[in-house]
């Protein structure tokens, strides 16, 4: 059964949003349609906002309104050093437990040879000419530790050899207030390699 073809129209490009299905694409629809009070221009209104004002900082590829970002302009942060993370989700984890210390890079992705996500693909080499440029003297590289974001960070590191920066990778082990028990092989090596002195 087909409903009207507004109503189909909106079903299917609810569809297109990840994680949801026809099911809850037609449960939205009929919110949508039975919504009072402005709410359906609002929404539309936001969605248009977001198309037309969203860019991304031209120094550090964060996504936002003014270009640089409130991040690269705040003069309280250390400049010399800069957190490398893979989305812009990612940076806001790592400044909701560092708040106003940082910098940070950007990268959109990782390299992923089997889907065919190459080096050019992510901000690597815009990285490096900012390091160039701005004169940082750390890079903490925050990719995930699976295997690719630990090729992105060795790749990174590689890169960067010939500058004169510190490069660091952020450590990786058991989880605090975890117990070892429950923690697979690999994490337990890790944290052993990444064990350090009291
Ligand atoms: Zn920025």
Same mark, same amino acid.
């Given at each position: 059964?087909? &409903?009207?073809?507004?109503? %189909? !129209? ?11 299905? !026809?099911?809850?694409? *037609? ?14 221009? %609002? ?15 031209? #120094? ?5 309104? #003014? ?16 957190? #490398?993370?893979?989305?812009?989700? =990612?940076?806001?984890? #790592? ?6 210390? &940082?910098? /940070? ?9 089997? %889907? ?6 992510? !901000?690597?080499? %815009?990285? /490096? ?18 295997? $690719?974001?630990? *090729?992105?960070? =060795? ?8 500058? $004169? ?16 028990? &429950?923690?697979?092989?690999? *994490? ?6 990444? !064990?350090?002195?009291?």
């Amino acid at each position: 059964m087909f &409903y009207p073809g507004p109503i %189909e !129209r909106l079903i299917e490009n609810l569809t297109k949003l990840p994680g949801i299905g !026809r099911k809850t694409a *037609t449960r939205l629809t009929f919110f949508l349609l039975n919504s009072k009070g402005g709410y359906i221009s %609002e929404l539309s209104e936001s969605l248009v906002d977001v198309k037309e004002k969203i860019k991304l900082c031209s #120094v550090c590829f964060n996504i936002t309104d #003014v270009d640089p970002c409130i991040i690269c302009t705040d003069p309280r942060r250390d400049g010399s050093i800069v957190c #490398v993370v893979e989305e812009a989700s =990612h940076m806001m984890v #790592v400044e909701s437990a560092n708040p106003g210390r &940082y910098k /940070y890079h950007i990268l959109h992705g990782v390299i992923n040879p089997i %889907e065919g996500i190459g080096p050019d693909e992510v !901000r690597i080499k %815009e990285l /490096y000419d900012r390091i160039v440029r701005e004169g940082i003297k750390e890079v903490i590289i925050a990719t995930n530790p699976n295997m $690719e974001g630990n *090729t992105t960070a =060795h790749y990174i590191s590689e890169i960067l050899k010939p500058l $004169e920066v510190k490069i660091t990778r952020i450590a990786s082990g058991i989880p605090i207030g975890g117990d070892i028990i &429950y923690i697979d092989p690999l *994490t337990i090596k890790s944290s052993i390699d990444n !064990r350090k002195n009291l």
